[in-house]
């Protein structure tokens, strides 16, 4: 596979403290500690590659208004988000990871977020279109939840998808698994960060 940064945007989905600080209320929802660090690292190792091209960056973070009216009737991850106070405008919580913020106006916020879905209730398409982004690649949280979400959506909007299978975390090692090797090849590539790197040069001339 060649990929054309140019027209490739790697999209970063809740890269916000409630997930990824030690003291995170959703942190927890990961069965295995350790893989929201790696996770985390590897994301990081990614962005110092990505940075230096011409690949457009995306964070798509949730921030929700604190009385959770777009969570009225939610159940599941999403009324624990609600019944937890996760991801509320204005606190610390809700506010992008100190990692992603050393990458400064690199990287494009694009907000709205509510759910699961990357594309629902906020300008991605657009801003997508607008730059001539064919290609999207996903990382973040939650493998099940968000990343297929956002992967679906983009894939039935016409976009090549790609995961990147040790920057996305799942709730359990089983589910991850499952999801990489069974769902998202349905719809999407699948590759590790280090085939990332090796693809992510300029396409020549």
Not at 88 to 102: F, R
Request: glycine fraction near 8%; charge should be negative; include cysteine.
């Amino acid at each position: 596979m060649v990929m054309d940064p140019k027209t490739t945007a790697l999209i970063l989905v809740g890269y916000q403290n409630d997930y990824f600080a030690p003291n995170g209320i959703l942190r927890g929802v990961i069965e295995e500690a350790n893989r929201v660090d790696q996770t985390l690292a590897n994301t990081v190792d990614l962005l110092k590659v990505a940075a230096d091209t011409e690949m457009m960056l995306i964070s798509t973070p949730i921030i929700l208004t604190s009385d959770y009216r777009a969570m009225a009737e939610s159940e599941g991850v999403l009324g624990a988000i609600k019944n937890s106070g996760a991801f509320k405008a204005g606190s610390v919580g809700a506010d992008t990871i100190p990692e992603l913020l050393t990458f400064g106006d690199r990287i494009t916020y694009v907000n709205g977020k509510q759910g699961f879905n990357a594309f629902s209730n906020t300008e991605l398409d657009r801003v997508l279109r607008a730059n001539n982004i064919h290609h999207l690649l996903l990382a973040g949280m939650i493998t099940s939840l968000c990343i297929d979400s956002t992967g679906r959506a983009a894939y039935e909007r016409g976009y090549k998808v790609t995961v990147l299978s040790d920057c996305t975390s799942a709730r359990t090692p089983g589910e991850q698994d499952f999801y990489c090797s069974t769902i998202f090849p349905l719809y999407a590539d699948v590759l590790t960060n280090k085939k990332f790197i090796e693809l992510a040069q300029p396409v020549a001339a």
